[in-house]
């Protein structure tokens, strides 16, 4: 693990930095940001094996069948998909804008693309991409003319830093949840299975968890990875010995979640690619009309469009590469990126393609800069070849990491100034409305209300940054987007 604390601000540079040397160093900036090539692999390994669940999930989601409705291919070739399209991605993510973050299909649109849009008044899977398609256009124009940029650069840093927080909150819960550590019960969350502790899979995930506990104060390198690897192991050994299959909350309540970890046949399969190229650019327009295509539009555009800020934000503050105003470096770069993985998820029929917040995972574990995320693309495309192995790793075993990183993404807690109610409420929003509603956007947009209605509590609108005033308005639409459906009467 890495010696540095976490603060939102970078390290004063050393008086006697070790000279840069070898083409990867030169070109990734290893040595000025204060890593090495080991740090680089390692933490891109271990952001793979944290987000390598969205090769099962994905095909899940996106093979939802309807009635008349069918998915864009079987879940082996959506699996594919998604490798191919993540990997590319974020292999640019490294290259365009050397910043250590992965892409693949985002959770929360590929759901709404699976439950909400496809299969309503006769939309495809196919016309749905379309949407993505053209949301992803928008957000690449906006990007370009400099508005995305210029918005992330109005949140005032306290925001920011309180996004790190939120987030990291978010992933924390976002691994016990999966993990079945804590489950809707009696309570919306209780711990266990009816208040206790239950089943082999459970034990995996508190082995994982104590294990990078001890690695990590020992300060051994690689405790994320070292924690996965030991983890999924002993996972496939007791499935090996006790059978316990796959979680049912009905039949199967103690059993593995997301995937079995064992391998029923040959560890290597020879990919399709039959999902690149499945969409309707216009497809929807005929089925739904304008009104609803825009408004579905808009729902895809705004939560890919905070979505990455929060993500971004708190990487660069877990890794130390933020300024002094909470800005990553090549803002613009890791933006362009993004916007073209949303069309490029599309294009290739496997949903939006965005930042993953997981990639702080491989920060933890010392990555700085864009080769980590080289790495973590290069391991997406040998997993279309790979994808028996990587879907033995179960939640149990990856999502330990997902909570250590919680809690270092929290100790930037310290940056906010809890004793000024006017920076510490809408703080305080933004980092509960992130776990407490199961999204980032959602806490985002919490949070600038928050801060709006605080300001002008005070007496301060002609404070408030214009943009932050047009984002609020976003948001409040974006809250109430179910309503003024019903008032505009379209579905």
Known sequence: MPESHHVSTPHPPSTIAPAPSGVLDRFFHITERGSTLSREIRGGIVTFFTMAYILVLNPLILSTPHDGIAPLGTTEQIAAGTAFIAGVMTILMGVVANYPMALAAGLGINAMIAYTIAGTDGVTYADAMGLVVIEGVIILVLVLTGFREAVFRAVPPHIKTAISVGIGLFIALIGLVDAKVVRAGGTPLELGLGGSLQGWPVLVFLAGFFLIIVLHVRRVKGALLIGIVVSTVLAAVIEAVARLGAFDAESNPTGWSLSVPALPGSP?????????????????????????????????????????????????????????????????????????????????????????VESAAGVGEGARTGLASVVTGILFLASMFLAPIVSMVPYEAATPALVIVGFLMMTQVTDIDWKSPEIALPAFVTIIMMPFSYSITNGIGAGFIAYLVVQLARGRATRIHPLMWLACLLFAIYFMLTPIKAILGVG
Do not use: H, Q
Not at 278 to 291: A, H, I, Q, T, Y
Not at 302 to 314: I, K, R, Y
Not at 339 to 353: F, K, N, P
């Open 268 to 356: 290597v399969e020879l990919p399709s690619l039959a999902t690149l190229g499945e969409f309707d650019l216009l497809g929807s327009l005929d089925k739904v009309g304008v009104v609803s295509v825009a408004l579905l539009v808009f729902s895809l555009m705004l939560a890919d469009f905070f979505d990455t800020m929060g993500t971004m934000v708190a990487i660069g503050a877990e890794g130390d590469l933020l300024d002094d105003e909470g800005n990553p470096p090549r803002t613009r770069e890791i933006l362009v990126v993004d916007s073209a993985a949303a069309i490029a998820g599309g294009l290739g029929g496997v949903s939006s393609a965005t930042s993953y």
